[in-house]
């Protein structure tokens, strides 16, 4: 099966522009995961979808972060505007089950590389 | 709240030398645990899952880790890792009720030497 699609793979921006990133997750799966990864640190939820819904974005800094998943399907994160501490690898990833699901495997997608000048 | 500690960021070791990356996790209730891999440029992968049942979990590639409750560790060990094993490795941890939300550490590069 194909796996978590991810793109741009690479986006260099100036701060104060905006940006966006887009995923499609493994297909029939419920629950969607954004994650930022800054260089060093381990990935970070910003926000978790089951289906077009929101279950958590309490870590989503919503001045300037947004996401959708319109459909249940596809999902894209925008940041407006953009700031050097926002250079980092935005994760996407996917899991079978809704968040009280039995299961728990998370798959995740190549990433986008953000690098805010 | 959950937090997951790895205290080692790098591990340098040479090719068919045992490893040992650790990891401490700290919850108040129950727990599951997961190692991920991520090599250059890539997403992660999951590497082993603790989710219940037998504490000692396995990989296909012959890494294995022990989920050991009292001294809330989750230890990954490989008995003679190779050139390929070279990656940054993850150990995160979820709790029953927690709606899927991981909480990863901050990673061990694993760096393999001839």
């Known amino acids: 099966e194909a796996g978590v699609a991810q793109s741009p793979r690479y986006k260099i921006i100036e701060k104060r522009q905006s940006v966006a990133f887009w995923c499609n997750p493994i297909?029939?799966?419920?629950?969607l995961y954004w994650y930022q990864q800054i260089l060093g640190q381990g990935p970070k939820l910003l926000i978790q979808?089951?289906?077009?819904?929101?279950?958590?974005d309490s870590q989503l800094p919503k001045d300037r972060f947004s996401a959708e998943r319109l459909k249940g399907v596809d999902s894209t994160l925008k940041i407006q505007p953009a700031k050097l501490e926002d250079s980092a690898v935005y994760l996407c990833a996917s899991s079978p089950g809704g968040a009280g699901g039995a299961t728990y495997e998370q798959y995740f997608g190549p990433g986008t590389r953000l690098t805010v000048t | 709240a959950q937090s997951v500690t790895q205290l080692d960021s790098q591990v340098p070791v040479f090719e068919e030398a045992p490893v040992e990356l650790r990891c401490n996790y700290s919850?108040?209730?129950?727990?599951?645990l997961f190692w991920y891999v991520q090599y250059p440029n890539q997403g992660l992968q999951l590497l082993l899952k603790?989710?219940?049942?037998?504490?000692l979990v396995k990989s296909i590639n012959g890494f294995e880790a022990e989920f050991n409750k009292s001294q809330t560790s989750f230890h990954l060990r490989k008995p003679s890792v190779h050139i390929s094993d070279t990656a940054e490795y993850f150990c995160?941890?979820?709790?029953?009720?927690?709606?899927?939300?991981?909480?990863f550490g901050t990673g061990t590069q694993l760096k393999v030497e001839l």
């Open positions: 919850s108040s209730v129950s727990v599951y």
């Open positions: 603790y989710l219940s049942g037998s504490t």
């Open positions: 297909s029939g799966h419920a629950t």
């Open positions: 979808f089951q289906n077009n819904g929101v279950v958590d």
């Open positions: 995160a941890v979820t709790f029953t009720g927690g709606g899927n939300k991981l909480t």
